[in-house]
């Protein structure tokens, strides 16, 4: 067999090529993805007040937790009288949970409910077998010596169960009709998750546009995930028959030192409406004012509430109400009008699509400091601390002296 020699195999190489017609390129096919997002309710409303909050820390990466310098320990504060304000909070919705009154009485043609609102409770909220096996839960222990702090732990969630039994929530769960609606049953601790989808659009002719990363892939749509628990909803029917649903959020703030069991005038300035007024329209600046910090929180919640309904045949459905919140220093329910109810959804669908954009987008806008004397940045971690990271307009950053009083 004859062997081509290198020389020959070269000739035949270059012939080949000359006479080689290319084919038409292949078109790149571009990558289109989803992208998931996860996020907390909790910090919707705080982040709303100020994106540079959520900026600093999924964008910049920041630590969510005030810096502190090493070795800068002062003496150790003396024991609390009151526990701290998230324990206390937690006890209270455990109170709430296993303390509050399931009715379970239907009306004749409401929607059905699944068995898990059919828990038989037919404790009080102001029980001491409740408040006793918190406690106990707490690590406080079944009794508490008269006198002691663990005494008046026991005795100021006593009190708190007493006032939410005689305002709105308590009088409905015995079977009243009030402001036109009665209780059917209740969910404590209501688990959901909630997806909502964001899609951007032109503002001509409102037509999809995808996020464009840096790889050359296509983000058709974002996924915002929120799952939790909502503290309690109520499924309620009014005087015509028709089945409705309502979130509601316990909050406990003025409910350790500012209250005042003997004078509720000389307590916080939730106490000064009693639990008497059944309204659930906020009768004061600080109900009015605690509503409007909670709301994007509540209006996800009755979002991932909508979104159960929906899934729903549409005879099984019931009406999602205004959400509102319990105030444990003076028992009231206070709710959301209808208006605000659509501007806080409003305001939360624009919030989720800005989130989406400083994720994906790397040449969207650093958010700017709050304006100077904003109330918000006392409680951001990257205020706090030894080294003030952020701050309104106009204040230093840096590290901050320990002989300073922090605002």
């Known amino acids: 067999m004859e062997t081509e020699s290198p020389q020959r195999r070269a000739r035949v190489m270059e012939q080949h090529l000359e006479t080689w017609e290319p084919s038409s390129p292949i078109a790149l096919q571009t990558l289109r993805i989803e992208e998931n997002i996860k996020g907390a309710a909790h910090h919707l409303d705080a982040t709303f007040s100020c994106p540079r909050r959520y900026w600093l820390e999924h964008v910049r990466g920041w630590a969510t937790e005030p810096f502190l310098l090493p070795n800068t320990a002062v003496e150790p504060a003396a024991p609390r009288w009151w526990p701290l304000p998230t324990t206390f909070g937690l006890m209270m919705h455990r109170v709430l949970e296993i303390g509050l009154r399931n009715p379970r009485s239907f009306g004749p043609s409401t929607p059905h409910l699944d068995a898990s609102w059919m ?6 909220l102001s029980s001491s077998i409740t408040v006793g096996r918190v406690m106990n839960e707490f690590g406080f222990g079944m ?9 008046a732990l026991r005795d ?30 209740v969910r404590t601790e209501l688990p959901f998750f909630h997806r909502e989808h964001i899609v951007r659009q032109t503002e001509s002719d409102g037509q999809p546009v995808s996020f464009r990363l840096e790889n050359g892939a296509s983000v058709e749509r974002v996924n915002m995930d929120f799952s939790g628990r909502a503290d309690l909803v109520l499924a309620l029917v009014d005087d015509a028959g028709r089945g409705a649903l309502q979130v509601i959020d316990l909050k406990t703030r003025g409910c350790l030192a500012s209250f005042n069991d003997k004078k509720t005038g000389d307590g916080h300035p939730l106490q000064h409406v009693p639990p008497s007024e059944i309204s659930t329209v906020p009768q004061s600046d600080d109900e009015t004012q605690i509503l409007h910090e909670h709301r994007l929180q509540l209006a996800l919640y009755s979002m991932a509430l ?4 929906a899934r729903k045949p549409p005879a099984q459905r019931r009406t999602i109400l205004p959400p509102a919140l319990l105030l444990g220093a003076n028992g009231r329910i206070v709710q959301l009008s209808e208006k605000a109810f659509d501007v806080a959804k409003g305001d939360l669908l624009s919030h989720l699509d800005w989130r989406a954009t400083v ?3 790397p ?4 958010p700017t400091r709050l304006p100077a004397g ?5 409680d951001c971690p990257f205020y706090k601390g030894d080294l003030r990271r952020c701050g309104p307009e106009g204040e230093s950053l840096g590290f901050i002296s320990h002989l300073d009083v922090e605002p």
Do not use: F
């Open 156 to 185: 100021r969630l006593l009190h708190l169960g007493d006032l939410i039994d005689r305002g709105l929530l308590g009088r409905w769960v015995r079977g009243e009709t009030l402001n036109g609606w009665k209780v059917e049953a």
């Open 119 to 124: 828990h038989e409770s037919e404790d009080e």
């Open 363 to 366: 040449a969207s806008d650093e």
């Open 359 to 361: 994720h994906l987008d």
């Open 143 to 151: 009794e508490q010596e008269e006198g002691s702090r663990e005494a």
């Open 374 to 378: 904003s109330s918000h940045c006392g």
């Open 306 to 309: 909508e979104a159960m309904e």
